[in-house]
């Protein structure tokens, strides 16, 4: 099983973020983060940070019907996961994007989780973003 974990970190004032996408496969733990140097808002992030993770999921795949459990801190982001949908007109390419990925795999879900438990995920975007740091 694969666990990927993803946030963003988003300064309002700047228009900046971060995004962070810690991915648990066997017992190795694999972190990514980019920054981003102009985000609509932190929604926008996190589901850019759903991106990087299936960006940098296919070098962890050994094969197509490995399951994956995608764990997200964003509402907006995994309700529009399960409709399909996005209401706001400025997520409809980002969620396409990913369902178009997600696809791929038979055996990919997704979970919301509080923030309490997406800690890594949280700090490498912080980190990103405080950093400016690009993968």
Not at 67 to 76: Q, R, Y
Not at 107 to 135: C, M, S, T
Request: proline share 3%.
């Amino acid at each position: 099983m694969i666990r990927i974990f993803t946030d963003a970190a988003y300064n309002p004032k700047t228009k900046e973020a971060g995004l962070g996408v810690v991915l648990f496969v066997n017992q190795s733990r694999f972190d990514y983060h980019e920054f981003l140097p102009q985000a609509g808002d932190n929604h926008e992030a996190e589901f850019t940070a759903v991106q990087l993770a299936m960006q940098q999921l296919g070098q962890h795949v050994s094969h197509q019907d490995e399951v994956i459990l995608l764990h997200c801190d964003s509402k907006i982001v995994i309700q529009s996961l399960d409709k399909q949908y996005a209401k706001q007109e400025a997520y409809h390419l980002l969620l396409k994007k990913s369902l178009n990925q997600i696809a791929q795999y038979p055996n990919f879900y997704w979970k919301w989780i509080p923030e309490k438990e997406n800690l890594a995920a949280d700090q490498v975007a912080r980190h990103a973003l405080h950093k400016k740091l690009k993968r």
